[in-house]
C-alpha cells in the first residue's frame, strides 16, 4: 500500500457546520443575482429586492436532490446491462420558526410581488380557491466561522415553488412554526435551477 499524507488528505478547516443563516425570496420578474459576493471583501450580496423570512428553527436547511433511473434488461444478462436516468427531481425544505407577514403572505400563495413592503407590520389573509403556489426565486445564505476565518455558502433557486406544507400547531409549550418544501425548477431565461457559491475573507488571507 503506497504511503499516504493524512494531512494533505484530510484538512480539518473543510469541515462545515453552517450556524446563522438566512433565507430570502424574490419575485420571478426580478432578475437573478449575476454577483453573489463582493469583490473587495468577498462578503456575501444580498439583492435589493429580497425578502427575508426571519429565524427558521434548528432543523436547519434540508435540500435535496432525488434521482430517478431505468435499468434495460437482455436476454443474455441476469444483471442490467445499462442504466439511463429517467429524472432528477430538486427540492428545498425549512421549517419557518417566525410568525410575520411575509410567513403568511408565503403559506397563502400570495405572489411575492403583492407582499407587504415590511415583514413587522399587521397581516390578514383568507384561505380560499387556490390553483397553485406561485413561482419565486429563492436564495439561502450561512456562514460558518467568524470575522477573517468566514466561510459563506450562497446558495440560488431561479425557479421555486411551493409544492408541499407541514402541520402547524399553537402550544404554549412549543414555538410556531410554518414547515415548507419548495420544488426547484429550470428557468428557462436563466437556463439554471440552483446554484451553490462558497467564498468568505478566509479564503484570501496573506500566507
Known amino acids: 500500500m503506497p504511503e499516504i499524507d493524512l494531512d494533505q488528505a ?102 411575492v410581488e403583492d407582499w407587504p413592503a415590511t415583514s413587522v407590520g399587521p397581516w390578514i389573509y383568507h384561505d380560499g380557491a387556490i390553483s397553485d403556489y406561485p413561482y419565486m426565486r429563492l436564495g439561502v445564505i450561512a456562514v460558518d466561522g467568524v470575522g477573517e476565518m468566514a466561510r459563506y455558502r450562497y446558495e440560488y433557486a431561479y425557479r421555486a415553488a411551493i409544492t408541499a406544507k407541514g402541520a402547524r400547531k399553537l402550544a404554549r409549550n412549543a414555538s410556531e412554526t410554518y414547515s415548507c418544501t419548495w420544488g426547484l425548477f429550470r428557468d428557462a431565461v436563466a437556463k439554471k435551477s440552483y446554484s451553490r457559491l462558497q467564498d468568505g475573507p478566509f479564503y484570501h488571507q496573506v500566507p
Open 10 to 111: 484530510n484538512v480539518d478547516t473543510n469541515i462545515r457546520k453552517w450556524g446563522s443563516k438566512l433565507l430570502f425570496v424574490q419575485p420571478m420578474t426580478s432578475a437573478p443575482p449575476t454577483t453573489f459576493f463582493g469583490v473587495e471583501d468577498h462578503l456575501p450580496v444580498l439583492p435589493a429586492d429580497a425578502k427575508i423570512f426571519g429565524f427558521i428553527t434548528t432543523d436547519g436547511i434540508d435540500q435535496e436532490d432525488s434521482v430517478s433511473s431505468e435499468n434495460t434488461q437482455m436476454d443474455q444478462a441476469l444483471e442490467p446491462v445499462r442504466r439511463d436516468l429517467t429524472g432528477i427531481e430538486k427540492t428545498l425544505l425549512t421549517n419557518l420558526g417566525e410568525d410575520n407577514a411575509y410567513v403568511q403572505a408565503l403559506w397563502h400563495g400570495v405572489p
